[in-house]
């Protein structure tokens, strides 16, 4: 007999994943991989365990192999527990031509952490990432779900002491 993993997913989280399902039609709902994947993210407190990944592809009718190519390929995914705040910066051309080069450096001394780390009190995961999409507002990071442009030193100092 196989393990029912859908009931790892809450009744909020199923309600969630129901509305973007109702977006597409049955043999498109693969389509809903990623917005489930965020909700089941989300519910887990920031990051997938492989069980989660099951449960996911079982409640969308998905192979689990989508679940996992999915989560593994987009950094917005984590698969280890993470800080309560997720700091991205940005390491595209744009960005690194407009200092995100400094920008992580300077993060990495004030948190005391390398990229890939968390901070020993679970505060903050730092992580460097191909493209935030903000070429126009270069250098960027995105912390939690917010974006931050034009990045300067006192512009990161001021965003890390507005974090929990």
Not at 53 to 77: C, G, H, N, R, W
Not at 108 to 134: F, H, R, S, W
């Amino acid at each position: 007999m196989t393990k029912n993993y859908i009931e790892l997913l809450t009744d909020a989280s199923q309600k969630n994943i129901d509305e973007w399902l109702a977006r597409y039609p049955y043999e498109k709902r693969r389509s809903a991989l990623l917005p489930a994947l965020h909700v089941a993210q989300d519910q887990n407190g920031g990051y997938l365990t492989d069980n989660l990944l099951q449960a996911v592809a079982d409640y969308i009718d998905v192979p689990k192999i989508y679940a996992y190519e999915a989560a593994t390929f987009y950094s917005m995914f984590e698969l280890k527990p993470v800080g309560r705040n997720k700091v991205y910066v940005c390491n595209s051309v744009c960005c690194m031509l407009r200092g995100s080069d400094d920008i992580i450096e300077q993060l990495k001394a004030k948190l005391n952490i390398n990229l890939g780390e968390t901070t020993p009190d679970g505060k903050i995961t730092l992580k460097e990432v191909e493209c935030l999409a903000a070429c126009g507002g270069a250098p960027a990071m995105m912390v939690n779900k917010t974006y931050h442009e034009n990045l300067t030193s006192e512009k990161i100092d001021e965003i890390l002491q507005g974090l929990e």
